[in-house]
Every structure is written in C-alpha cells, then in structure tokens.
C-alpha cells in the first residue's frame, strides 16, 4: 500500500503529511493515521464511510473512545503500546465487535509506526471489513457440519470413492455397520473388496459404465457382510465434481426385508391363485367320482359273490377311491373343504389313524406315539385333521425307507405360545395363546434348504412315486384352522414336522360314536336336493339299494316346495351345500321353518369353513363329504336317523 505511494523524490516533512493524507484518503480499505497519543490524526473517506461516522466524531479523539469503545480491547491496547515501545508492527488482528450504527463486524487490522523526520509518532492503522467473507465462510462450516450429519446419521449406507482410482475415501457410519467392518479396514479399498459386485471384474465393468454415464444403478446387488450374513441391496451410484476433482458417491440401501416380504407375498398370491384353481377342479371332481363310485359300488352289490367281473368293478373302486383321495388333497390345500368343526381330541385322532396305518407300512420301520391324555380339544374338522396326520406318518415312514428302517414317533402335547416362543416361527405367524402340538419325527434322509423351501408347493416331489400334495395339503388345513407350521430337518439326520393348532375353550367332546357298518338298509322317504343331475341320480340309486323311498329336487326352492307338502312323511333331507337358485345355508333355514325337526344331512365337497361353522347348532344330523361310495352314503343315513 505504501510502496505504491511512494514517491519519486522524498516531499519536505511540512508538505509529507498533507501527502500522505492525500494518499490516505485514495485508499479503499478505511484507514486511520494515530498519533503518539493515540488520538485520530486523520482518518481517510474510507473510514467515515465505513463505520458511518463524521470527521467531528472522529479526528483528535483517542482510539479507545471512538464510537462505544469498541476498539477499547485489552489485546490491542497491548499491540499499539508494543509498536510505540518497541517499533513494532502487527497484522491480521482481527476484531469482532458491535459497531454503532453499523451492528456486527468482524475487522482485521494491520498496524505500523510511520517514520520519517519529525513525525516519528505516527502510527497507521488499516482496517479491512471481513465480515461477508467470514459470514460465508461461517455458512460454509454450518453446511459441512449439517451436511456431515446427514452422511453420519443416513440410514442407507454412503460410500465416497476417489473418481480416478476409484478407492474408498470415505463411508458412513451406516454402510460400516451394515458391513460389520471398521473405517481403517475400507478405507483405501477397492469397490469389490466390499463383496458388492461379486468378483473384480464385474466391479471393473460397473466402474467403467459410472465413468461413461455418470450413473449406474442395480436393484438387487448381492452383497455379503463380514460376519458371513447374506444381504440383497439397491445400489445407486454417480460422479460428480468437486473444484475440478471428480468424486463417486454411492448410496447403498438394504433391501432384504422388502425383498422377503414381497417374496412372501407372491408367494401367498401364488398359492391364492393355485387354490382357488384346485378348488374348482376339486369340486368337479368330487361331483364326478360320486357319481363314478356310487355307481360302481351299486353293481358290485348287485353281482354274485362268484361273479368274473367282480374283480375288475373292485380295481375300478379302488382307483376311483385313490381319485378321490388326491381330490381331498386338493381341497384341503385350497384351504376349502367340508368343515364340520367339533372339538377334536388329537391324541384320540392320532390313535385312529395309527391303526390304518400301521398296517400299510414296511415291516423295518415302527411307528411310536407317545400321546399326552386328557388333551384339551382342537376346534377342527376331524377328517382334514386325520388326512394332515397321515400325510406327515407316511412321509416320515417314507423318508426312513424299507432298506433303512427306523421309527416315526408321534408326539402330542399342550404348547402355550407367548411373545418369545413366537421367535421361532415367523413374526405374526402365530398368536400367543394355547395351542395343542402335534410332532411328527422321523430319523430319515432329512431335507437341505433348498428342498425344504419347496416342499409345501403343490406337486413338489423328490420321489419317483410321489405326487407331491400331501405337505400342500397338510399347508392348507394348518391355515384354515389358524394353526401353524414348522419343519426342522437337517441331511442324513432326520425331520421334524411340528404342527400348532389353537386349543379350544372347553374339555374335548368325544365324537358321536361310529357308524354300525353291519347292516346299512333302512326304509321310509328321503328328499335329495342336488343340483348336479349325475351326483343326484346316483344316490337315489345307491338310497333305493338300501330300502329308502327317493324325491329329488335339483334346488332348495323346489326342495321347499315339496318338502311343504310331505314335511311329516320325509325322513330325511339329503342337502347339498353349494347350488345355485337357493344354497344349502338359507334351505336348511326354510325347512327349520316350515319343519322345526327335520333332519338334514349335509353333503358337500367343497366349502369355506366360516359358512359351515354357520351350520353347527343349526340342527345339521350329520355331514357327508363327496364323493361317497355307497355304504358311506348308507351309513351317514342310518347314523342320522337313528340319532335322537
Ligand atoms: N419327513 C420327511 N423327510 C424328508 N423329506 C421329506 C419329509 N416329508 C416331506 N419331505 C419332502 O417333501 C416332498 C413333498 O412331500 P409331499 O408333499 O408329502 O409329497 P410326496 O410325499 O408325494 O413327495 C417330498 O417329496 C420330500 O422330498
Ligand atoms: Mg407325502
């Protein structure tokens, strides 16, 4: 600043000061000139300008008592004191102070004796307003500092890679955590050391097309933590520039969660979809192999014991009876079916079924059951509880095999579920609450991962013979009795099927007792109302074999319309649940109506188990599921009736 206003030859010290002055007020930065004392000599423009005050205010004051005092500050009364002492300068001392009239500045001040003859006293002061550049700068550290907290506390992890050598530089907290890794062991590293891209290459080959777009993003990136955990991550990533240096960000979010509960859901929408189509199948199904085996048991009642055919109708049976057992599969893993739901004592059921069994498996493997008395009862449609039983036995006789042998132990029990049992089942897969536990284990062939995340899909098999229904099946009847499912298996060890159904209120109900199978023939008039024709017809033959007297009446209205007739003539009502005009529910109800004691019978192949638990209480005498062979049809008859 001086040497600049140096002049060619050296002025008179009378005409230096009015110079200086002169130079003084040219200056931009506001300048003052002080004298020994410390008091304005002269200020320049600049300085009246600045601090908004007049030449009046200001020359022959003291420093210290300019404005409000501001400049009274012990560390610069020291400095000024030291360059009157001791010659010395000062510079960049830097004052933040309110000012009058102007508010809060921040000034820098530079200081030094002026010395030439005769104004050996002279001090000049520069002052330079910083307080926009600080005010910026101030700015910029309150944004670093917000933006910083972003990137600490962000709950998706961020990664900075340098954008030449793409090497980390920086991540945040989060993605470290997600990583089970520490700073110093990334810091520096390249992307695919992280596991993100599998191996070098492909991260190569993301580098490259991020350098050649400036963006790249992958919905579901593999990536594996430290600790060995597998998890799926949406990773987006782009360059941008920071003063000429270029600079990748990462953003890497983890998506397994999502991931699982979507999975889960496509899952339930497949098995919705696959139910509601083997719903339908099933019902036509059933209403088919009624008519098939209700007709062919009809004709072998009617062949001679010595009959060549007799043989060849029984095949036909037999067949149409293994027909109709992959059918109820079917329903049940459609989560439909007849449901009559009773208490039903598992331990009881589990005995029943023990017995049929038993007999078909191979002579290495023993079934043991190991049963607890008294259970409380399971609110359940027996015969689907029966088919889930069997179906977990013979799958755990099979995995033991007839070379092998072994033992398949049933184990039933009392299991209360509270919130911390409810961990080893999926989250709200289960309520808390009292539950009876079926456990079927076997010390078989046992399952790895990837079978046992297939075998409640339909048609899932790994044998030759298999037709990959019964764990479908057994899937469906667990969800519609709100129970739930687990399958612990470990290869070449053995599995364990667990199965939780809610416990009902009260003490189990013993089961009305069992049909007297000797002699099925009966007399007087049953009305059967069936809208198929074949299933219709078929048990009115199967009906009049045994002695009975048939009406048939294809709806309920119909049905209504002769049972108002005959109501005291009519033994019975054969009802079917599903039909169109008037369903089974609101006939049933009509008839109560006009015929307070009538009995019903109800016959169906394929319902929801809420519209049944309708019918229970609603004076049902029974419930016979299609399809039927003739006996079976017999015998629901002859139980009916001859209940009180
Ligand atoms: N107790 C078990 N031990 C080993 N594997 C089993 C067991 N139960 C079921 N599985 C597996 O689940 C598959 C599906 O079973 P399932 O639905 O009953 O059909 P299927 O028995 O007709 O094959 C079987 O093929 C088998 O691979
Ligand atoms: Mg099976």
Partial sequence: MFGRAQPAHSPQPADAFAYLESIVDTVREPLIVLSKQLRVKTANRSFYRTFQVTPAQTETCCIYDLGNGQWNIPRLRTLLDEILSQNKSFESFEVD????????????????????EGHTGLILLAIEDITEPRRKENELKVSEVRYRRLFETAQDGILILDGETGKIIDLNPFLLELLGCTHAELLGKELWQLGLFGDIDLSQKAFQKLQDSGYIRYDDLPLEAKSGKRLEVEFVSNVYHVNHTKVIQCNIRDVTERKRIEEKLRYTQKLESLGVLAGGVAHDFNNLLTSILGNASLVLGELSPSSPHRSKLENLITAGQRAADLTRQLVAYAGKGPFIVAPVDLSDLVRQISNLVRAS????????????????????????????????????????????GGTVVVTTGVQQVDDHFQDAFAPKEILPGKYICLEVHDTGYGMDEETKAKIFDPFFTTKFTGRGLGLAAVSGIVRVHRGALKVYSTPGKGTTFKVLLPAAEEKSLKEAGAIPQKDLTGSGLILVVDDEEMVGRTAKSVLRRYGYTVLMAENGRLALDVFREIADQVRLV??????????????LRQLKLIHADVRVLLS?????????????????????QKPYTAAQLAGKIRAALEAA
């Fill in 604 to 624: 169906s192949g394929y319902n929801e188990m809420e519209a049944v638990r309708l019918f229970t209480g609603k004076g049902l005498v029974g419930f016979i």
């Fill in 574 to 587: 054969l009802l079917d649940l599903n039909m169109p005009v008037m369903g089974g529910e609101e006939t």
């Fill in 361 to 404: 498996m191979p002579k290495n493997v023993q079934l043991r059951l190991d049963l607890q008395d008294n259970l409380p009862g399971v609110q359940a449609d027996s015969s689907q509880i029966q088919q889930l039983i069997m179906n977990l036995i013979i799958n755990g006789a099979e995995a033991l095999g007839e070379e092998q």
């Fill in 97 to 116: 102070q309110e000012f009058p009239g102007i508010g809060r500045k921040s000034m820098l001040l530079n200081a030094r004796r002026l010395r030439w």
